[in-house]
Each structure stands twice: as C-alpha cells, then as structure tokens.
C-alpha cells in the first residue's frame, strides 16, 4: 500500500503504515483532537494496528470549537495522515506518519454527523482531551457549573452544541433511544480522577436535560480514570520546514513528542476494548496512585518552570532547567513537599521517577515553551498545585515551597499587568483579566481572593503568611532571591 501525507508528495523512506487502512472501521470516537491525542492516543492504537490487530478501533476524531476548522482542513487534506516526529535528547528526529484516525468531523458544521458516529455500534468509546479547564466546573469547588455560558447555551441548543459533553450526552440519549447499549466514556485529560470528574460533568449536563436520561448515565455508563503522559509541544512552522528538508515530507500540521510515553487505565470497559497491552498501555483495578504521582509531580512542576523562568527571560523549558536554582527548586518540591502528599506507591521507585522528570524537562531537542506551560494556568495550578498545598497544610507539613510557586504565578500576572512580557509569551486563560487585575492591586493578598480558583484556601492563616513572604521576596529581590531564600533551611 502507498501511504500519502498529501495529495502529491509520498512519504519516501519514512515509516508509514503496513496495514490496509481500507480494512479498518472507527470504534472510537475522540473529542478534543490536538497534538497530545495526536502523539498519545493515536499513536498507540497506530502501533496496535500495525501489528494487525485492533483494526475495528480506528479514530473519528471531532473539534467543537470554532478554531478546530483549521484542524478540519489540514486532516481532510491528508487523508487524515499526519507525521508524529519523535525528537531525541541527541538532535536526532524519529517521524513516522500515522495512520489510526480515519476520519475528522467539524461539530459546528458537522452535527449529524457527529450524532450518526456517536449512535453507530461500532464505535464503543468515546473519549476526550479537552484541558483541565474544559470540564465545566468551578475552579473554586471542583463541581459541575450549571451557570457556565457554554453550558446555558448547549441545553438549548443541541444542535449547534459548543461543548464535546452536549455531544456526549445528546449521543447517550439517542443510543438509549435506539435500544444500544452506552459507550465507555474515557477521559484522557490531566486531573486527579478524569474518569469521575467526566461522569460529575456528563451526568451533571445530562440532568439539565432529562432527570431520567442523567440517571441512566449515572448507572449504566462506564467513566474509567487514566493516566497519561507525553511531553508533546505546539507545532510550528520550523517543524514543517525540518520535515520537508530533513525528510522530503510536506505535512500541514505534523506533531512533534519527546521520546518518553505511558499511559496507565483501569480496566472497565463493558463493550470491549482494543488490545493495548500488546504495545505497552498498562490497565490496572485503580489508576489513583499513577495520575496522582504524575499530575502533582510532573505537572505542577510545568507550572513552576513557567512562572519562574518567564521572569527570568527564559522562554523555553530546557533553557529554564539549565537555570541550577530553578532546577534544585524542582529536585526540592517533588521530593520535600509533593512526594509526601502521594501516599503508598508499590512498586513504583519514586527517587528515579523524579530524577527521570528532570531529564526529561532538560531535553534541548523538544523545544517545549513557558507560554504553552502557562496556559490555561488558573485551571491547572488549581488542578496541580493547590491540592498539594491544601493536604500539606492539613498535615502540618511544610508549604513554603508550594508557596512560593504560587506567589510566583501572582509576580508573573503582574508582571502581564505592568507589560512586562511580549504579547506572545502571554497564554490565553479564562481567568486572565481577573487574574491580572488581583495581581495589580495594591494589596498583594488580593490574589487569593480569587475564589473562583483558590476556594477557602486564600483565607488560610498559614498559606497567606507563607504567600506574602514569598511574593515580597520576588518584588524585592527578584525570582533567583526568592528562590534562594526557599531553598535555605528553615529556622526551627
């Protein structure tokens, strides 16, 4: 079989698919399609189906939001092949085209048959990468926001919905309807527990609708949690360029990934599921000590790299970790103040997963950004970051590190609110004009009055003292005082 990225160019020498994509049928249906499902999800299910099996799992991959057409227009162009490039610490590229996704449809044009895919019994699972601020919940509290615009919209309007969970629900009422039974719902996004915060979201949509429908979600619906991981950064015109000269491949939008991969599910899947242990997905009875371990290890750390190393002028990863006290800082608040938060972890040598994280931050060939790091940044250090923060409180253990990364999100939005930072290193984020307004303010405490996101936690004695420290540090003394001042022991 010829394998085409475009409509007149072959792939060459580039590894492409051996199977019959002809062959192939989609079983899942993937809200949220960007680069992370693209390097992660996709990827796998491609390695799958290489070996010859798993071949009725193909991928219908759908955008809902109105930038996803972009998207729309470079998948249809290419047969929904693209090029997932693999950079290597040493330079070196590893790209290989992709071929499990079969098909990309546009919600906002595309709803029938969007809604035709969701009630085919052939596809079984529907899954989701829609961001940590995508669940349409308070920040603040964690539960589902019935008041959210989008939210108010789609009850309305389930037929130009501008949320994959109105899709996800209305697709749940017309299987009942029709006497199928549901799909798996897998969330693959960053929170602790997706699996159950997608089932709050969905059954919490669905109740808006019809009691009865959210009560069928509720008991017969599978949410299973996951972990993933990959490191996988924006795409730029400098990876389309590299992939034609180094490889004579014209790809619209191909996907550059660090080498590192894992994902870890449970196993609770009622229609079935592809074989992915056969390429090295892990499916476990509880995926809690995983995504917990990741989320408040390698994620919060993202976090710190990008507030403390934008002040700094840094504006990728790998250059921030060569910055020696940025790098103890992370080596610190993994092992001093996250670690301690996780639990029991059998089997699991946390010391090396930590020093393999620092590896794998320091990697020049990824070329990961702080603005990519930072966005969506009220959702994720709520997700990442404040719950490590609450539950080091709670047992009296040190926070002064964890504060300090807060104080340093506070410093970098007001740094955004003095002009501080090129207008292309400020990261979109649905909080940005509250965020950067309490950051200005005259009283520094005020960003914790941000409910919103930090809840009840802003009023807590003890964090705000360590906050307020900390953020006088950074305006007195500078990101490298603060972080000096962190890292020195504390006085009994």
Same mark, same amino acid.
């Given at each position: 079989?010829?394998?085409?990225?475009?409509?007149?160019?072959?792939?060459?020498?580039?590894? #492409?698919?051996?199977?019959?994509?002809?062959?192939?049928?989609?079983?899942?249906?993937?809200?949220?399609?960007?680069?992370?499902?693209?390097?992660?999800?996709?990827?796998?299910? /491609?390695?799958?189906?290489?070996?010859?099996?798993? $071949?009725?799992?193909?991928? =219908?991959?759908?955008?809902?939001?109105?930038?996803?057409?972009?998207?729309?227009?470079?998948?249809?162009?290419?047969? =929904? $092949?693209?090029?997932?490039?693999?950079?290597?610490?040493?330079?070196?590229?590893?790209?290989?085209?992709?071929?499990?996704?079969?098909?990309?449809?546009?919600?906002?044009? /595309?709803?029938? @048959?969007?809604? *035709?895919?969701?009630?085919?019994?052939?596809?079984?699972?529907?899954?989701?990468?829609?961001?940590?601020?995508?669940?349409?919940?308070?920040?603040?509290?964690?539960?589902?926001?019935?008041?959210?615009?989008?939210?108010?919209?789609?009850?309305?309007?389930?037929?130009?919905?501008?949320?994959?969970?109105?899709?996800?629900?209305?697709?749940?009422?017309?299987?009942?309807?029709?006497? $199928?039974?549901?799909?798996?719902?897998?969330?693959?996004?960053?929170?602790?527990?997706?699996?159950?915060? =997608?089932?709050?979201?969905?059954?919490?949509?669905?109740?808006?609708?019809?009691?009865?429908?959210?009560?069928?979600?509720?008991?017969?619906?599978?949410?299973?949690? =996951?972990?993933?991981?990959?490191?996988?950064? #924006?795409?730029?015109?400098?990876?389309?360029? #590299?992939?034609?000269?180094?490889?004579?491949?014209?790809?619209?939008?191909?996907?550059?990934?660090?080498?590192?991969?894992?994902?870890?599910?449970?196993?609770?899947?009622?229609?079935?599921?592809?074989?992915?242990?056969?390429?090295?997905?892990?499916?476990?009875?509880?995926?809690?000590?995983? @995504?917990?371990?990741?989320?408040?290890?390698?994620?919060?750390?993202?976090?710190?790299?990008?507030?403390?190393?934008?002040?700094?002028?840094?504006?990728?990863?790998? @250059?921030?970790?060569?910055?020696?006290?940025?790098?103890?800082?992370?080596?610190?608040?993994?092992?001093?103040?996250?670690?301690?938060?996780?639990?029991?972890?059998?089997?699991? /040598?946390?010391?090396?997963?930590? &020093?393999?994280?620092?590896?794998?931050?320091?990697?020049?060939?990824?070329? &990961?950004?702080?603005?990519?790091?930072?966005? &969506?940044?009220?959702?994720?250090?709520?997700?990442?970051?404040?719950?490590?923060?609450?539950?080091?409180?709670?047992? /009296?253990?040190?926070?002064?590190?964890?504060?300090?990364?807060?104080?340093?999100?506070?410093?970098?939005?007001?740094?955004?609110?003095?002009?501080?930072?090129?207008?292309?290193?400020?990261?979109?984020?649905?909080?940005?004009?509250?965020?950067?307004?309490?950051? *200005?303010?005259? &009283?520094?405490?005020?960003?914790?009055?941000?409910?919103?996101?930090?809840?009840?936690?802003? *009023?807590? @004695?003890?964090?705000?003292?360590?906050?307020?420290?900390?953020?006088?540090?950074?305006?007195?003394?500078?990101?490298?005082?603060?972080?000096?001042? #962190?890292?020195?022991?504390?006085?009994?």
């Amino acid at each position: 079989m010829t394998v085409r990225i475009s409509a007149d160019l072959p792939t060459g020498g580039v590894s #492409s698919p051996g199977y019959d994509r002809t062959a192939a049928s989609v079983g899942v249906v993937h809200f949220g399609f960007g680069n992370f499902h693209r390097s992660h999800q996709a990827m796998y299910l /491609d390695r799958l189906m290489e070996r010859g099996e798993g $071949l009725d799992w193909g991928i =219908c991959g759908v955008g809902v939001l109105p930038q996803d057409a972009a998207m729309r227009d470079a998948m249809r162009a290419q047969d =929904c $092949l693209y090029t997932l490039v693999v950079r290597h610490p040493d330079g070196s590229l590893e790209p290989r085209v992709v071929g499990s996704v079969l098909e990309y449809l546009f919600g906002p044009e /595309d709803a029938d @048959e969007v809604y *035709a895919r969701l009630v085919d019994p052939g596809v079984r699972i529907v899954s989701l990468t829609v961001t940590e601020g995508g669940y349409l919940k308070d920040a603040g509290t964690g539960e589902f926001d019935p008041t959210d615009e989008a939210v108010v919209h789609d009850v309305e309007h389930l037929d130009s919905a501008r949320t994959a969970f109105a899709f996800v629900v209305e697709g749940l009422r017309r299987r009942r309807e029709a006497g $199928l039974e549901p799909f798996t719902v897998l969330s693959c996004d960053n929170l602790q527990g997706n699996g159950t915060v =997608c089932r709050q979201t969905v059954v919490g949509f669905a109740r808006l609708v019809d009691p009865a429908l959210a009560d069928w979600i509720a008991a017969e619906v599978a949410f299973p949690n =996951c972990m993933v991981d990959r490191i996988t950064p #924006s795409t730029t015109d400098a990876d389309r360029t #590299s992939l034609a000269e180094e490889f004579g491949v014209k790809d619209r939008w191909p996907v550059p990934a660090e080498p590192f991969t894992q994902w870890i599910v449970e196993d609770r899947f009622p229609l079935g599921r592809p074989a992915l242990e056969e390429v090295d997905v892990q499916f476990v009875d509880d995926v809690e000590p995983y @995504e917990l371990m990741k989320l408040r290890l390698l994620n919060a750390s993202h976090q710190a790299i990008a507030y403390l190393g934008a002040p700094l002028g840094y504006t990728l990863v790998d @250059e921030t970790m060569r910055d020696e006290r940025v790098r103890d800082y992370l080596l610190r608040y993994m092992s001093d103040e996250a670690a301690p938060t996780l639990g029991d972890l059998p089997g699991i /040598d946390l010391p090396g997963y930590v &020093d393999t994280l620092l590896e794998r931050f320091s990697n020049p060939a990824v070329r &990961d950004t702080l603005v990519r790091l930072a966005t &969506d940044g009220g959702n994720r250090m709520a997700t990442f970051t404040l719950p490590t923060v609450r539950d080091n409180l709670a047992a /009296d253990r040190p926070i002064r590190l964890g504060a300090l990364m807060v104080a340093a999100w506070a410093e970098y939005w007001a740094l955004v609110a003095r002009d501080g930072l090129p207008q292309s290193e400020i990261p979109p984020d649905v909080h940005a004009d509250a965020m950067r307004a309490a950051a *200005a303010d005259e &009283d520094p405490a005020a960003f914790l009055g941000l409910t919103r996101i930090f809840g009840d936690l802003g *009023a807590d @004695e003890r964090f705000r003292e360590e906050f307020l420290a900390a953020r006088a540090e950074i305006a007195e003394h500078g990101v490298h005082g603060a972080l000096d001042r #962190s890292l020195r022991p504390v006085e009994a």
